[in-house]
């Protein structure tokens, strides 16, 4: 499987070194099937590449958006600590110049999203960015956006590394990579999976943390 891999840069901005790598097949996750699995372990966690991230996704909210606390998913918070760095360096219209930004990762007991008590403060009525590694159909997206808004936070952005998807919830995603990197890049319900039609094996079950072959 990992001698199909082929490697994506970004094409946003070349003179970083954010690549993705590319395995095509038929995987699993939790929500549906996709022909690629991405691999985002490079940027999750190699610190060159993943600071190259955050720089990349600070550049969206530092002149625009007042941010309290980043909530991340999927095993990003290097690239989230990173983040709070770019959002909080001095500038000349930086809204977020000195600020002592939060991050926090909510705990999955029986996969339900939780924050325990002693952070609650962090983000009751504060300013929430959200950060996840990818999005392809937004329903990981949605339940963290209720778990925030439970917990009373103001969710003022959302990012991925990856997203299929360009808002969910009547939020805006913003992403380093998109479909369209990806060439003929699909996500379907198993039902209408035309490689389970064909009666292909799965090559894997994925989800942002990783690969599980089959």
Known sequence: MESRAVQVRCDKNRDRDIVLNLIPGHFATSHSHVNYYIDMTGIKHQQK????????????????????????????????????????????????????????????????????????????????????????TGKTINRSLECIRYYGGKIVGTSAIFSAIGETGGIEVNSIFTSDNLPNYFTCSVLDCPYCQKGQKIDAIVNSYGYSKI
């Open 49 to 136: 590449i993943a600071k190259q991230a955050a720089e990349f996704m600070a550049e969206r909210y530092v002149n625009s958006v007042s941010v309290d606390t980043i909530i991340c998913m999927d095993g990003c918070e290097i690239i989230g600590a990173f983040l709070a760095e770019e959002l909080s360096k001095s500038g000349v219209s930086s809204l977020n110049e000195g600020t002592d930004i939060s991050i926090i990762t909510p705990e999955y007991p029986n996969g339900q999203l939780l924050f325990r008590d002693n952070v609650q403060d962090r983000i009751w009525n504060k300013n929430i960015l959200l950060l996840v590694a990818s999005a392809t």
